[in-house]
């Protein structure tokens, strides 16, 4: 196993993590391999199977690998949004949820602040709409289109930002509060800024 400075305080399956993380950076391991077992992958590494165990138990959850009973463990084809948000989800407990609700409105906020040189020509007339949209359902009381139209400003917004990581982070943030029962990020906090968006736009 490789030893770098800052693995000085890291435990075995930490080290065991970050050395197959590595493996699929490099390209050493691509979507599709099949790992070595865990006994094979030990003995390389110079360290116990348990320790491996550990850590391919951590990297499936988080969405690397998936285990194919009788065959084998394979790399998956990996995807940011899934283990971020897998990866949140096995930190947070449900005492964080206002602090996830809060966070997602300082990216709501702030991905506002950042397309809003974009805001002009169709897309501003497209926002517009939405906005009109979003008020006709909220005045009608009708649930299913206000989430509708608030999800849509914010991701005309976020694709607008330019910055991939504003969206992808949303997204993780957003599907974990509906997963907690807490409704839509975007729909109750669209309903609070809607007019100061509004204003945004007409200038």
Known sequence: MRN??????KSIP??????????????????????PSEHDLANAMGVSRPSVKTALDRLRTLGFFEAKV???????????????RSYI???IKPSDIEEI????????????????SSFTGDVKLELQEI??????????DNHDYVKKYASMFYQTVFSLSG????????????????????GSSAEEFFCRDIDRYDKALDK
């Open 4 to 9: 770098t400075n800052d693995s000085v305080n």
């Open 14 to 35: 930490d080290m065991v993590f970050d050395e197959i993380i590595s493996s699929i950076i490099s390209g050493e391991y691509k979507f599709g391999d099949k790992l």
């Open 70 to 84: 009788g065959d084998g463990t394979y790399v998956k084809p990996y995807s940011i949004p899934e283990s971020l």
């Open 89 to 91: 989800k096995m930190l």
């Open 101 to 116: 609700k809060e966070l997602a409105v300082i990216l709501e906020d702030g991905a506002v602040c950042a397309a809003k």
């Open 131 to 140: 906005i009109k949209s979003y008020k006709s359902a909220y005045a009608s």
């Open 163 to 182: 910055n991939k990581y504003l969206k992808v982070i949303y997204e993780v943030l957003s599907g974990i509060i509906s997963e907690h029962g807490s």
